[in-house]
């Protein structure tokens, strides 16, 4: 067995001993005959984000054969609302890349997320998979890159509150077990994900914890590991089924809600970002932010306000983007700083010999970690339609290699300071801010919108339906009629408290 396969905690890589990439359906039917699996479950992402589900039960080879090759016909009238009843007829057609064992259902299962075609049998082009899939051609046909992403994916456990190892109120940030009474089914969950694929770079216990009405609400987080544009969107959706699959299993609740709770932390979907080339990662030069990095930033920060027509996707999202918190709201970026839209953390540049300090019988090698620098943006939510989100930001970072200004305009917008100072006052306004609700938002994708259609990846119907979502809330002043009156606010947090 190869280096690749012997550690991996898929089990159709080690069974199959190849990467998920080169999965095929002779692949797939091995491993079905050879495990007797008895099911195999399509899914795929339907208009509210959420995963759908065709079961088969194999009745032949030859039975799984077809189910492999041909898909099944499904109704997209009830699967997105810019679909018709009078020409609804879709294919789901499986992408073999994406196999992974159920870890819930007690038939033994073989679950394959798929993608959408339509009656001519080419694909959807107003299906958000497919919309990813043509932004990030876009991208790397008018800049040779490539563009690795991965989620920081944060959500609430809802339980019964409980009196022993109470944890101080907001005071949860990687709290450990007893004191973080759900990391068990952190773990557990994190298990499951890897095991269907998921690249996970850690989870841990986030800064939200406290009681309410009886119950204990716990925060908690699960951060993947940048992978290739596409795998990144199918393991969010991914994930987020299994944990929902596990809270139930539990007997308890989770939540991706942006907003809970007055006075509280929310929940964010981060996304870190990184353009590679020849395998190689471009974010960096000399241990220094590269032009590559900063042209990206610049796109970032220019497509922002429409990018939350993607990210930030109900009403309870623009509770959580107000100022003076974590959450940004103004339109700008630095080193480090938490308040700022698009954040460079801390990569490892520069030469790092700190584990050698830790471990003084460890012998220096010569450690390059260049590999790790990434770019995050920080506004989006759990409320996200992550294949849409994800392709607005790849097609942010391309307008930012089109922008004639991008590299002035990414020094402009730099802050290294806390804007919120009241030395500050003046640069703080200078800068632009986030749309304070989804009406804004939806003027801001319009204003926009020949940007996301260039090279035709987002469709003029796409970029309507979307803006004639977010409109149909009618939430210009709610922020503002509500931010006092806990009981309205937990009124519409109960509205879309299983978003995305």
Known sequence: MTNFTEMNPNPLVQYLNKPASE??????????????IEMVNFRYAGGDGRLKTLNFVISSRQHLKSILTTGERVDGSSLFPFIQT??????VVPRYRTAFVNPFSEVPSLDILCSYYNKDGEPLESSPEYVLRKAHKALTEQTGLVFHVMGE?????????????????????????????????????????AKAGCLIKYGHSEVGNFM?????????????????????????????WILRSLAYKYGVTVTFAPKITVGKAGSGLHIHTKLVKDGKNQMTDNGKLSETARK??????????????????????????VPHQEAPTNICWGDRNRS??????????????MIYHANPVELPENDDFSQLQTVEFR???????IYLLLAGLTVAARHGFEMGDALEKAEKSYVDVNIFDDAHKSRLASLNKLPVSCWESASMLEKQADIYMKYGVF??????????????YDDQNLRDEISSNKEKMIEVVNQFFHCG
């Open 379 to 385: 506004c989006p939510d759990g409320s996200a339609d």
């Open 340 to 353: 700022v839209l698009v954040r460079v953390p801390l990569g490892w540049t520069g030469e790092n010999r």
């Open 212 to 240: 309410q009405d009886g119950k204990l609400y716990e925060q908690n987080e699960i951060e993947f590991t940048p992978t290739n544009l596409e795998e990144a969107a199918d393991q969010l959706v991914i994930a987020k």
């Open 459 to 472: 469709s003029e119907g796409v970029i309507n339906g979307v803006a004639r979502k977010l409109r149909s």
């Open 296 to 321: 990206a930033i610049a796109g970032y920060l220019e497509l922002a306000p429409s990018l939350t027509a993607f990210g930030n996707n109900n009403p309870t999202s623009y509770f959580r983007l």
């Open 23 to 36: 999965f095929t359906r002779a692949d797939l039917i091995k491993y079905i005959e050879d495990h007797n």
């Open 153 to 193: 994916l944060e959500y609430y456990v809802i339980s019964e509150e409980e009196d022993l190892f109470r944890a101080v109120d907001q005071k949860g940030y990687h709290e450990s077990y007893p004191f973080a009474k759900w990391e068990h089914f952190r773990t557990e969950a994190m298990t499951a994900m």
């Open 86 to 91: 009078g020409s609804s007829d879709l294919y």
